[in-house]
């Protein structure tokens, strides 16, 4: 009952994403992909965020990027999406609250964040904008440097990496993703929700919604 649970949240936020992210404009190019996130595209040999193996010989199901106009001066639709009222209504969803958790975003150094209030601790989502793909790449890999544990996670794009401690990066055109769970619990709710499938969940809901505005 409990898996059926947890399994309900999370095609229900998957569903209240790709609703909402179908009048979003983004100004990244995305190459497309299937209706559904990656989280669900349940493929062998996929490394889930706990660690876990689906089995052997992946294929990757990662959507190919291609070049994206270089970061300007204001945060791009892409970016500002962490922050939306479709990511907010994800979250409420995954969680099972009863109202969407208030949030404060910021725009530094071309880094679009956006920190999340909810009931168990603080959750943040950020985007760095890169004025190029060899910048992007760069950037990506001096975060994953910085992350001790950092695994390489299938299911979302070619460059994905996870920390046991709750942490998610990608990589999609110049921009990179960082879903930060670190702050949470290391389980938590009436579901016994892991911070890890938490984050990988927001990060396959958020790259759904940038490869379905393609």
């Known amino acids: ?59 990757s199901t990662a959507p190919t990027t291609k070049p994206a106009a270089a970061a300007a001066g204001a945060p791009s639709a892409a970016a500002k999406m962490v922050c939306s009222d479709e990511i907010r209504k994800a979250v409420s969803a995954v969680l099972a609250l009863t109202s969407a958790p208030a949030t404060h975003a910021t725009w530094v150094e071309h880094k679009y964040t956006c920190t999340y209030h909810l009931p168990m601790g603080e959750f943040v989502l950020s985007v760095k904008e890169s004025a190029t ?59 016994h929700q892991k911070r890890t499938d938490f984050a990988y969940e927001i990060a396959s809901d958020i790259l759904g919604c940038w490869t379905g505005n393609d």
């Open 1 to 59: 009952m409990m898996k059926n649970a947890r399994l309900a949240a999370l095609l229900t936020a998957a569903i209240v994403a790709l609703t909402g992210c179908a009048s979003a404009t983004s100004t990244t190019s995305h190459q497309t992909s299937s209706a559904l996130p990656p989280a669900l595209q349940m493929t062998p040999g996929m490394v889930m965020a706990d660690g876990s193996t689906m089995g052997a010989d992946a294929k």
């Open 133 to 191: 793909l060899p910048a992007a790449k760069a950037y990506t890999d001096s975060v994953r440097t910085g992350l001790a544990g950092a695994k390489a996670l299938a299911g979302l794009t070619d460059t994905a990496f996870g920390t046991p401690g709750g942490v998610v990066i990608l990589l999609k055109d110049n921009d990179t993703l960082s879903v930060d769970a670190s702050a949470l619990p290391a389980q938590f709710g009436d579901q």
